[in-house]
């Protein structure tokens, strides 16, 4: 199969998932054509049926905003046409699912009928898209979607819910390549982390506000004051400042380190005990799968598709937004036992297996092939 792939180029989850999944099909036999503003960050490897289109806008002086939609559309027309695609899988609603819909519109004019699949990843139905200025294309164009995937029941419930959506919406959870997250230790990484062998506890995000850092840092300082712990903190983004900020203010800025954006975050997470995610809304929490991945367990929220990921008392702890008391009693449980934080850790990997990438490539393979025959003409 010929598969275009839209995507946001960078380390936001929907970005990784769909590079993720475009390498793994290539890997397949497909022929896989990714069409993004930049290099998408996880294509690192270089194949034979892996493609790279760029989609550049120029800037003219008339223009305050550059009309991306526009130029991406024209960009998909071109692709679809001369490298014969059979199928578009766009990744994230704003603005790829409307852009793909006028490639689609054009296309026809030239005979071409090609089906896309439209994947919904979260702030695009939960956050972004729900606001009023978006809605009714948001809406339109995923009822001109061929296909609708998300990546959870709840999300799945949250696009009903919040749009007038009346086609069928397959849900395919996000995935994990489990041979790269299970990698060695990195002894002397943890030695230098925490010499006298403290707990490590890791918060991965871009910081943005809806990932509640700042609960992070408010849960840690409960922690440490019952078991001796570090916490890494790894990413960057707008709440970077009010943690380093609340650190000072708690006297703990020798317990945590800030160690900025990161590409091999299963290297961290190979040394760490307890993953924190206080999030106030997650459609899956791909990065929650990817500490589980590694051995580690999780003390999230029971916000939007946590729970679908997220066991309750098996491979981690949820509680209410916002519950900081209840998510440090909840880390403490865990980390205070070294017996019952190794039944922990061997939960969490278990249940990240159930979330392999060789569970779920199937069930893309498949739906392309439902949507295809479905809209042969
Ligand atoms: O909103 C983000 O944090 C980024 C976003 C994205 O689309 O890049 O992540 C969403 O998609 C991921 C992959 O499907 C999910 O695992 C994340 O839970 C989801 N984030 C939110 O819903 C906040």
Same mark, same amino acid.
Not at 202 to 208: A, E, G, M, P, W
Not at 232 to 244: A, I, P, S, Y
């Given at each position: 199969?010929?598969?275009?792939?839209?995507c946001?180029?960078?380390?936001?989850g929907?970005?990784?998932v769909?590079?993720?999944?475009?390498?793994?099909?290539?890997?397949?036999?497909?022929? $896989?054509?990714f069409?993004t503003y930049?290099?998408?960050?996880?294509?690192?490897?270089?194949?034979?049926?892996?493609f790279?289109?760029?989609?550049?806008?120029?800037?003219?002086?008339?223009f305050?905003y550059?009309?991306? !939609?526009?130029?991406?559309?024209?960009?998909?027309?071109d692709? @679809?046409?001369?490298?014969?695609?059979?199928?578009?899988?766009?990744?994230?609603?704003?603005?790829?699912?409307s852009?793909?819909?006028? &490639?689609?519109?054009i296309?026809?004019?030239y005979?071409?009928?090609?089906?896309? @699949?439209?994947?919904?990843?979260?702030t695009d139905?939960?956050l972004v898209?729900? #606001?009023a200025t978006?809605?009714p294309?948001?809406?339109?164009?995923?009822?001109?979607?061929d296909?609708?995937t998300?990546?959870?029941e709840?999300?799945?419930?949250a696009?009903?819910?919040?749009f007038? $959506?009346?086609? =069928?919406?397959k849900?395919?959870?996000?995935?994990i390549d489990?041979?790269?997250?299970?990698l060695?230790?990195?002894?002397?990484?943890?030695?230098?982390i925490a010499?006298? =062998?403290?707990l490590?506890?890791?918060?991965?995000?871009?910081?943005?506000?809806v990932k509640?850092s700042?609960?992070?840092?408010?849960?840690f300082?409960? $922690?440490?004051?019952?078991v001796?712990?570090?916490l890494?903190?790894?990413?960057?983004?707008?709440?970077?400042?009010?943690?380093?900020q609340?650190?000072?203010?708690f006297?703990?800025?020798?317990h @945590?380190?800030f160690l900025?954006?990161?590409?091999a975050?299963? !290297?961290?997470?190979?040394?760490a #005990?307890?993953?924190?995610?206080?999030?106030?809304?997650?459609?899956?929490?791909?990065?929650?799968l990817?500490?589980?991945?590694?051995?580690v367990?999780?003390?999230?929220t029971? &916000?939007?598709?946590?729970?679908?990921?997220?066991v309750?008392?098996?491979?981690?702890?949820?509680?209410?937004?916002?519950?900081?008391e209840d998510?440090a009693?909840?880390?403490i449980?865990?980390?205070?036992?070294?017996?019952?934080?190794?039944?922990f850790?061997?939960?969490a990997l278990a249940? &990240?297996?159930?979330? =392999?990438l060789?569970?779920?490539?199937?069930?893309?393979e498949q739906?392309?092939?439902?949507?295809?025959?479905a809209t042969?003409v």
């Open positions: 199969m010929k598969i275009g792939i839209v946001y180029p960078t380390f936001g929907s970005g990784v769909a590079t993720e999944l475009g390498k793994a099909l290539a890997s397949n036999g497909h022929q $896989v054509h069409i930049s290099q998408p960050a996880r294509l690192d490897f270089f194949s034979e049926n892996l790279y289109h760029e989609v550049s806008v120029s800037n003219y002086p008339l305050d550059s009309p991306y !939609e526009v130029v991406l559309a024209s960009k998909l027309v692709v @679809v046409r001369y490298e014969k695609l059979d199928i578009l899988h766009v990744h994230y609603a704003i603005p790829h699912a852009a793909a819909f006028m &490639a689609k519109q296309l026809a004019t005979g071409i009928h090609i089906p896309v @699949v439209t994947t919904l990843h979260g139905i939960t898209g729900r #606001d978006f809605n294309v948001v809406t339109f164009s995923i009822n001109q979607s296909g609708i998300c990546v959870s709840d999300l799945k419930r696009t009903y819910e919040h007038d $959506v009346y086609k =069928d919406i849900v395919i959870p996000n995935f489990l041979t790269r997250f299970s060695k230790k990195k002894d002397h990484f943890k030695k230098a010499p006298n =062998d403290e490590i506890m890791v918060h991965t995000s871009n910081f943005r506000r509640r700042t609960d992070v840092i408010r849960i300082k409960k $922690v440490q004051e019952k001796p712990s570090k890494l903190m790894v990413g960057d983004g707008e709440d970077r400042g009010n943690c380093e609340l650190c000072r203010e006297q703990i800025c020798d @945590v380190r900025g954006k990161q590409e975050v299963e !290297e961290i997470l190979s040394v #005990d307890l993953f924190l995610m206080p999030s106030n809304t997650e459609s899956f929490g791909l990065a929650a990817e500490a589980m991945a590694c051995k367990p999780v003390i999230s029971n &916000a939007g598709g946590l729970p679908e990921l997220n309750q008392g098996v491979t981690g702890f949820l509680s209410t937004v916002g519950d900081v998510m009693k909840n880390a449980y865990i980390l205070e036992d070294a017996e019952r934080l190794e039944k850790k061997e939960n249940r &990240a297996k159930e979330f =392999d060789s569970l779920i490539l199937p069930l893309y739906y392309y092939k439902e949507v295809l025959d042969l």
